[in-house]
């Protein structure tokens, strides 16, 4: 996806869970009833701001909790619902936590076999049926890569790029920049949980893929 080629009226929808959702409108987030208070948020503000002419559309469809699995469910129904241009789908984190903090109960969390099985029939629709896609990695504010969690977030990271390459679409892995930010401070400045983003790193994260996407600020 390059900014460029984005033309007037142009609608994204942006989906995921929490990190997305960030208590936005329903049943989907616009300017209009809420984008939540998220990176989603500062990327509608920053076009806005810079090309008010373009009139671009943001739609917020992320749901807190949900996994890979619940977004596969409904992903057809969205895009027909609200027949976006564009797409960019930031999902993986709750895959990797149920089978930390409900580990007593398997079928809860979406396994890295099942996680790519649900990554690439999102992509393929995607890709077939839109203009362009954007798959975004999960990430983990942590600095060291041997922690547990940190392990597997970068086994599913691998996933999604593996994928954004065969399908030819638009990867963003945002590791790199949350990893610069905590290597100048410690990590609780950016997140309480190292999971759910605050705002200075929602907005870090809505200037790196606008940087992704070559937009010119």
Known sequence: MNFKDFEKNTVILMSGDSVTDCSRGRP??????????GYVKRIHEIISATYPEKEIKIVNSGISGETSRQVRARWINDIETVKPDYATLLIGVNDIWRKHDFYMDKQVAVGIEEYEEN???ITEYAVK???????????YLELNRKDLFMKDVLAYSAVCKKAANE???NHIDLQPELDRLCKALYTKVFSYDRVHPGPVAHYAIARYILKQWKFKF
Do not use: A, E, M, V
């Not at 049926?129 to 990430?139: A, D, R, V, Y």
């Open 129 to 139: 049926n839109l203009k362009g896609f954007t798959l975004i990695s999960p990430f």
């Open 28 to 37: 989907y987030g616009t300017y209009t009833n809420g984008l939540g208070d």
């Open 119 to 121: 990554i690439r029939f």
């Open 167 to 169: 399908y030819n679409c």
